[in-house]
Nanobody, 125 residues
Framework: QVQLVESGGGLVQAGDSLRLSCAAS????????MGWFRQPPGQEREFVSG????????IYADSVNGRFTIPRDNAKKTVYLQMNSLKPEDTGVYYC??????????????????WGQGTQVTVSS
């Protein structure tokens, strides 16, 4: 069993930076792909970024490409989402997720087996 716990959310102003963390329990963290998703107010959950098991491949939604990065530290069983140049449209609940069946980064939600509880990010204009 894997448990994921996000932290680092908060209220910031447009243009600020924020780093989210996702700490995992269990032995399988370093073997599989991880991802970040978000759910804006009144909208469905959407893909933000993904990373392969060893950090060698990363993918980003067009809306965050060039502003967000997704490093991971397998020794600490933690994946991060570094968010720079934040915009009001980045507001939402951010979730991290783990895909046991995937070694490479993936956009789709279906492959992700485990999800965190979410952390709120609010960007004011």
């Amino acid at each position: 069993q894997v448990q994921l716990v996000e932290s680092g959310g908060g209220l910031v102003q447009a243009g600020d930076s924020l780093r989210l963390s996702c700490a995992a329990s269990g032995r399988t963290f370093s073997s599989y792909a991880m991802g970040w998703f978000r759910q804006p107010p009144g909208q469905e959950r959407e893909f933000v970024s993904g990373i392969g098991w060893n950090g060698g491949d990363t993918i980003y939604a067009d809306s965050v490409n060039g502003r967000f990065t997704i490093p991971r530290d397998n020794a600490k069983k933690t994946v991060y989402l570094q968010m720079n140049s934040l915009k009001p449209e980045d507001t939402g609940v951010y979730y991290c997720a783990l895909a046991r069946g995937h070694f490479s980064a993936t956009y789709a939600q279906a492959p992700y087996d485990y999800w965190g509880q979410g952390t709120q990010v609010t960007v004011s204009s």
